[in-house]
């Protein structure tokens, strides 16, 4: 099992940036891709960004240019940089992992761009 603890949500303006982090703990080991996912009022749960054991990353077309993930394989935490926020992107942000143990998600946290 893996746990996953998410931090680094709040409230920006647009334009701004913000940086998530998720913190992983148990079997890190058995874990192949590390995940942000966000879900919108309303809308469905989408793929943000993903990074692989191996440093491979993509992004959704609406993120790329803007978003950043990586990943501290030392701190067992993976990282989502976000520059040049725009209302659009408010959602409630979730890690998630891949692995031989199956998925894990985190609790979520808010992002919110608003003036």
């Known amino acids: 099992q893996v746990q996953l603890v998410e931090s680094g949500g709040g409230l920006v303006q647009p334009g701004g940036s913000l940086r998530l982090s998720c913190a992983a703990s148990g079997s890190i080991s058995s874990i192949f891709a590390m995940d942000w996912y966000r879900q919108a009022p309303g809308k469905q749960r989408e793929l943000v960004a993903r990074v692989t054991s191996g440093g491979i990353t993509n992004y959704a077309d609406s993120v790329k240019g803007r978003f950043t993930i990586s990943r501290s394989d030392a701190k067992n935490t993976v990282y989502l940089q976000m520059n040049r926020l725009e209302p659009e992107d408010t959602a409630v942000y979730y890690c998630?992992?891949?692995?031989?143990?199956?998925?894990?998600w985190g609790q979520g946290t808010q992002v919110t761009v608003s003036s």
């Open positions: 998630h992992t891949l692995g031989t143990l199956g998925k894990s």
